[in-house]
């Protein structure tokens, strides 16, 4: 099966810093990955998606941005964070419609 | 674009009672529906998934769920609730994109 590796677990960062959050992920080639943000009481919020090397899809206009350079590697970024970008950051892999998605242990991100 | 909703942000239940989460999807395609649990800041991990199989789906720790087309719902039950089953429940709908869409998430309470 697959293992998401997500790092680190949490992270306290001020205000107008940059982020750099990583995702690899193990026991599968070319899946496609995904960054969710969840924030109490609003469920989980699809950020980006990528189905394959330099493709990105972004479903929510904002603060951050995303990079596959490896087909295992997913990263989200920011150059300047806002208090808003604070949350609970999930990486997952999903192969197909009928399969099941994976995901990392999470990260969470504290922007004072 | 396909969605789900759950119904209920908080359920409370007994020890040993039933235990009933709702969740209605739509979809323009045949849907692939899946319940996730997430304990308290981990990633999620799948309980069970329909995909156009059995419409009456097991999965792990007991709990089941019922894909209905007429009601487009896809209940998830558990006849005796445990304490260990404390958790938040997601549900989620992948579309034709390969988005995986969950719903806003329902935290299940269990009080002895």
């Known amino acids: 099966s697959q293992t998401i590796h997500q790092w680190p677990a949490t992270l306290v960062q001020p205000v107008g810093s940059p982020l750099s959050l990583e995702c690899t992920v193990e026991?599968?080639?070319?899946?496609?990955l995904y960054w969710y943000r969840q924030a109490a009481g609003r469920g989980l919020q699809l950020l980006f998606y990528?189905?394959?090397?330099?493709?990105i899809s972004s479903e929510v206009p904002q603060n951050l941005s995303a990079s596959r350079p490896q087909d295992r590697q997913f990263i989200l970024s920011s150059k300047k964070l806002l208090l808003s970008d604070s949350g609970f950051y999930l990486c997952?892999?999903?192969?197909?419609?009928?399969?099941?998605?994976?995901f990392g242990q999470g990260t969470r991100l504290t922007v004072v | 674009a396909q969605s789900v909703t759950q119904l209920g942000s908080h359920v409370s239940v007994s020890e040993g009672a039933l235990v009933l989460l709702r969740c209605n999807y739509s979809s323009s395609v045949p849907p692939y529906l899946f319940w996730y649990v997430q304990y308290p800041n981990q990633g999620l991990q799948l309980l069970l998934k329909y995909t156009s199989a059995a419409t009456l789906v097991k999965g792990i720790n007991g709990f089941e769920a019922e894909f209905k087309k007429s009601e487009t719902s896809f209940h998830l039950t558990k006849p005796s609730a445990h304490m260990s089953d404390a958790a938040e429940y997601f549900c989620a709908v992948s579309d034709p994109g390969y988005a995986l869409n969950f719903g806003k998430g329902t935290s299940l309470l269990v009080t002895p």
């Open positions: 990528s189905v394959g090397i330099g493709q």
């Open positions: 026991g599968t080639s070319n899946p496609n």
């Open positions: 997952a892999a999903f192969s197909g419609r009928n399969t099941e998605a994976f």
